[in-house]
């Protein structure tokens, strides 16, 4: 598929750039592409293991011929350069653990009817794991994804942590390294569609996209998951960036 060319004149000069940027430090190897829907609006979920996630994940999907509209944490709208072009771009800003976060699902969804993608980690953040498998995802690409009954895509992307490791400060871009994007069919959700948009819902509809995302990238990797996936919920004191952390068993 032909690169998408979108209206605005800042988002082609800025995806320009992001792939030049992408294709100068890494080979891409991607597959999977025969899942992503051709037609109509989608919610694009993927793994997060480092700061360099966010750029891959829109190049993949940029030149597969989307114009991904991803969600981001709003404090990054207020930096003044990553912010403008965030802006530019029509990203769409999470206000994380407030009563406004319903605003950002409201412009998701808004973005979905109207035919985009929409690109979301649903871990929230980037992952605690020790050996960076997804831990447990928040809910509200489940919120999104009921309310909008559009495909969820789960994307699996590995290989961006050896340019720029997780948390660190200098990237290694030289030589180039492999990043591996893998897409799996859409998750089924239809038989959740018509039940209670409750407590126990949205944790079987996150379950099922973070399993069908670990399943793609035990493909890449190679190697099977942990089956203890580790919660942030279990151990608040390491929200904070660390490095090391131990695993909890799924309930």
Known sequence: MPIARPDSRAYRVIAWLVRHLMFAVSKPQWSGTEHLPRTGGFIAAANHATEL??????????????????????????????GSLLRATRMIPVDRGTTEAGRSLEAARVELE????????????????????????????ARLA???????????????GDVLARYARVPRP??????????????????????????????????RVMDAITRELEVIRGEQAPTARFDLRLHP???????????VERP
């Open 114 to 141: 109207g035919g985009a993608c929409v690109a979301i980690f649903p871990e929230g953040t980037i992952t605690r794991d020790p050996d960076l498998w997804p831990m447990e995802g928040k809910t509200g690409l």
């Open 237 to 247: 004191e390491h929200k904070k960036k660390q490095t090391t952390y131990p695993p």
């Open 53 to 82: 996630d966010a750029l891959s994940f829109a190049h993949f999907l940029y030149d597969q011929g989307f114009e991904p509209r991803i969600l981001a944490k709003r404090g990054l709208f207020t930096t003044p350069v990553i």
């Open 146 to 160: 009921l309310a909008t009954r559009q495909p969820v895509v789960p994307i699996a992307q590995w290989g961006a």
């Open 174 to 207: 030289f030589p180039r390294k492999r990043i591996q994007v893998r897409v799996g069919p859409a998750v089924d959700l239809s038989d959740l569609y018509d039940r209670p948009a409750d407590a126990a819902t949205l944790r079987e509809v996150t379950s």
